[in-house]
Structures are given as C-alpha cells and as structure tokens.
C-alpha cells in the first residue's frame, strides 16, 4: 500500500479489502489477475488483496471471514461473477463474521469482463470496476434490513401434479394455502395418461391420492375455474384478484362426461363435491387473496404439430403421442386384442416418430408463426414413446411397430431397461439425420395401409426404407402453456425456450428474479412426473422458510413500503 493510501484510510477510517476471482479460467483466462491485484493495492482505502480460484468455495470465503474477523477490513469488495449468483453468499459470510452485510460492493468481472473482453483491455476493465467498487465500498455505511410483516400463506397457480404436490407439502409446513386452477380438472397432463413410466402407476391411482389428501387438508382452499386477473404488492405481502366462472366452451364439460363414463377421471377419484362437476361456478364471481408467496405450476402443453408436417392434418391416420395413449387406455378398457383397434380397425403396422416440435434446427424446420423454433429436447418423449410401444407389443401382439428416431434418449432411473425392453419387444428401430427426416405419404402400393414412411437410415449406412403403415404417432415435445398475462403482471423473466426462467439452474433453481414467487414443475422446463414433483417440493421448502418466521426481511430501501410494522 501506497504511503498515501495508508494516510488516506487513517482519516476515512475505512480500511477496503478486495478480494478476486479467478472462477476456474472463467476469468482468469482473459484478465490477468495478478495486475489487477497489483492495481487494486493502489486504490486509496485499500488495505488488503487477496485472490482465489474459486472465491464462493468454503476457502474463498474464509479469506473474508478471517480479515474481518482479525479486524484487518471493515469493508469488502468481491471482483467476481454477476451479483444475483453470489451476492448473497458473500453478505452472508460477512454475517457470519459478525459483520454487517451492508459493508459490501461487488464487481462483476466476469460476465461484464471476461466473457465479453479479451487481453488487455479485458485487465484494464477489470482494474476500474474494482476500483469503482472500491471508491463506492468506502462510502458505505451499516445498514438493518428492513423488516415487514408476511402473510403466513401461499397461493399455488396450477393444479397439476407439481402444484398438488406443492400444496400439500406446504399445508404439511403449517402453511394456509390457495389453489388456483384455471380448468374444471385438478391433476393436470398426469390424468390425461394411462399408467406412467417407469414405475407402471396406474395414474388413477396416484393422482387420487394426491388429489384426496389436498382435498381434505383443511389448509388447502381449491379453487377450479379459475384465473388469476390483478396482482400487486411484494414479498409477504401479495394481493391477487382471480375470477371463477364457468368454462366457456362445452369441451369440459364433454371431457367430464367421457372421464366419469371411463371411470378413470376425475369423476371417479375426487371426493369433493365442491370441486367436480358440481364444482364448477354457474356465474362469475370475484375474489381477492393476501398471500406471502407465489408458486407458479402452470405447467406444458404438448407441441402441436404444423399442418402437413409428418402429414398431420392432411392424412387423418397421422396422430400424436397423447392421442395414442388415449387409444391405448380405451383399447385396455374394451378387454384387449390381438391387435390395437383404432376407429373400429385393426392397426397391423404402425410407425412412431420422434422429436417432433422439439430440437429443431434453425435452416432445417420451420419457425412457429412467433418466428419461435423448439430447440431443446422435450426430455420426456422418448421414454413416454417406447413406454407406449412396449404396452401395445405386450397387450397387442398383432401390431408390428417400427421406431423413427434421432437419438434415444430414456435418461432417468428405470428408463433405460423401457428402450431395453423396446428392442426385447421386437420394436423395429430407423435411425434419421435431423436433415433427413422420415417423410409420410399416401400408399398407393399393395396391403392395403393407408400411409407410407420413407427413410434414409443411418443405422444400415443410408439405405432408403419404405415401410407402410396403418397409423403414424408423432411423439409431440412440451412447449410452455400460453401464460403471457401472468408474464405481464408480475414481470416474470422467460427463457429463449419460452419457459419460465429461474434466477440460475443450480444455485437457485426454484426462484425467479421476482422475490417470492416461485416455479414449480413443468412452467419451467420440460420435466417427468418425478422431476416435477421434486420441482415441487423444493419449491414448497423454499416458500415456508421463507415465511416461516411471519415476517421477511428486505434490503434497506430509498423507499417506504406502505406497509410497515417491525415485530
Ligand atoms: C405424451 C406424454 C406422456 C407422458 N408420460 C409420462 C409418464 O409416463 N411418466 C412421467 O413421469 N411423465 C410423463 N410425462 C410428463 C408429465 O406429463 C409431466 O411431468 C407432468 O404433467 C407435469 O406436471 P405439471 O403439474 O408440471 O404440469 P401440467 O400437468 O401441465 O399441469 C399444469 C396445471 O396448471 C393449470 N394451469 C395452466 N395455466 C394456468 C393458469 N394461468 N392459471 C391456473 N391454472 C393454470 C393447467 O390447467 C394444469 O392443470 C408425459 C408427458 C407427455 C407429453
Ligand atoms: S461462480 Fe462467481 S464466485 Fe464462484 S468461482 Fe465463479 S466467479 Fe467466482
Ligand atoms: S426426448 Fe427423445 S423424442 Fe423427445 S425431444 Fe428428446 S430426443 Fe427427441
């Protein structure tokens, strides 16, 4: 430290600690640390610099506990990544410290820095954030978070498997809770299935569970046929208005009739009355909730496919994926047969093609009408296919299936042994390249198929294949459901994909940028049953701890919330 420095920090008072990362090489690599060291040594109020690989490691944030600890800094500077991923890892070890969290600056030297600037310049960027944060660092003064009041309650948007599951972890927490669910149905996606890879559930069965224990957790208030219309306030202190009113189309009330008459939807399992069918509202009425937390479950939508793509539209024996587990439950329920009957006839031969609306490549398919592309994997598709498959091979004999895919890729516990048991099924597998895919044609030749599917497989070296078929199932992708208001109103931050965006996928995987609302299940990303409900209940943790203690604490504002009382 300069002779000046040193005079400086004895009038201030303030004695600047700095400490730099080098993320691995992230930053490393493209500034040089040791001269943004040395720079930052010169920084009038500066007392000690340090550096480490990893700042937010166990060891990174011992460097800072010891200084403030020993007394040695009184204020700290991270040169690091961007604040919203390790802030509150540094305020926290400053706390830890016994020291006052608010004696912190940050400097992004990494997304501002090292990923968008090389060689010198990149340095000489660096050395003037820190010594900007440095500058501001001096000035600091320490700060009490301010305290308000937070309603002990959380409103779950969407009730599917992930907000059931969010529901009654949450009531199980001590925590009043509203469901909001914009169909007439609870259960989601999940009820539309038949029985569920890889366990084999039978979905009735966990669904009803479910459904029961939050239908009779007198913490829990379902409300069906709703959506939500206003939303104000902030953490522990949100004020939602929702509408209930009757579904507009007769769709539902036609899917009421053919899943009680199936006895496999809701009809059956709900012991509510309040909630199926007679739950469903005659007119429209108003209501407005206080609620603490937000977890949004909103889930997908499976992908529809363009008219003419694979022939959809054009040949009525093109269907898709959710189509054919429909057929497959009403062929169960009919008793079975030789072969899978669809519309009175016998499918001898079928083809499955996958990825379809998912992986798309820009220049190889076409945009939506939104000029959006799909370009991740939907994650699901493949096991749900071959899940399909085996079910038809094993209860149907008679119906030969001949696979199409890119890349198979059944990822999770217990999937493999479905694309194991696929080829033991005598599953007929092509391999395509994205641009070649399969193309579906009218049959003009002999047997009697309507359609054929032409292919270059890749897995005999390109040879060209025809093979004709009774029915194609397109394995349709997830895409996100259509929840622009809600994007609106509370600002909620969507990825590329068009899913909802947390902060960051593996330190704070369940939160959104927006403090207290959280995600839950598939608004997020495309995710199975079990992925959605593990989703779900972090989800349900996060909110209770957040509003466990009754009130929450918020950075000290330049502004007075109108609502204020500290306990
Ligand atoms: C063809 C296919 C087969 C599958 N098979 C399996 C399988 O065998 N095993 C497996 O593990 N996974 C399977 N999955 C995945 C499974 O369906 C999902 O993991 C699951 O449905 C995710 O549940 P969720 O609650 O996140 O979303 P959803 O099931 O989509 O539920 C979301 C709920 O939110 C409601 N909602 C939406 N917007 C609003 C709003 N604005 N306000 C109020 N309510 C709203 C919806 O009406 C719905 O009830 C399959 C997926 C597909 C596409
Ligand atoms: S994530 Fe941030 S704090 Fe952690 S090593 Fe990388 S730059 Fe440093
Ligand atoms: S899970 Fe399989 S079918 Fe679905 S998008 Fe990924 S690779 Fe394609």
Known sequence: MSDENKDQTATSGQKVGVYVCHCGGNISDHVDIEKVCENAKNIPGVVKVRDNVFMCSDP????????????????????????????????????????????YEHANIREQVSWVHHGEQATRKASRLVAAAAAKAKELKPLEPF???????????????????????????????????KSPFLGGWVSKWEHVFPTEDKVSDIISELTRDVLNDPSIKVYTCSHITAFEGFIGNFRLTFARKPPESDAYRDEIERLSASGRGMGEFVP?????????PESEEEHVLETGVIVLATGFRPYTPASGEYGYGEHKEVITLPDLIRIISENREQGGGESLVWNGKKIKSMAMIHCVGSRQIPGVHEADEKGNLHEYCSRVCCSATLH???????????????????????????QEEIY??????????????AQEAPEVMENTGPGGQPLRVRVKDTLTFGEEIEVPVDLVVLAVGMESNDVSDLVQMMKLPMGVDGFLQEVHPKLRPVEVAVSGILLAGTCQAPFDIGEACAAASGAAVKASATLGRGYVELDPPAWKPAITKAP
């Open 420 to 433: 194991e048991s696929a080829s033991g099924n005598k599953v007929i597998f092509f391999r395509f390249e």
């Open 147 to 181: 305290r308000v009041d937070a309603k002990k309650h959380v409103t779950v948007i969407g009730g599917g498997v992930a907000g059931l599951r969010a529901a009654k972890d949450l009531a199980d927490r001590g925590i009043e809770v509203a469901l909001i669910e």
């Open 60 to 103: 990174g944030q011992e460097l800072i506990m010891e200084d403030l600890k020993s007394g040695a800094v009184d204020r700290v500077v991270v040169a690091s990544c961007a604040p919203d991923l390790h802030e509150t890892t540094f305020r926290n070890a400053i706390t830890r410290a016994d020291g006052n969290p608010y004696i």
């Open 388 to 414: 399909a498959a085996n079910t038809i091979r094993e209860a149907h004999p008679g119906t030969r299936i001949f696979d199409f895919y890119r890349d198979i890729r059944t990822y999770g516990r217990g």
């Open 272 to 280: 509510f009355a309040g909630v199926y069918p007679a739950g469903i």
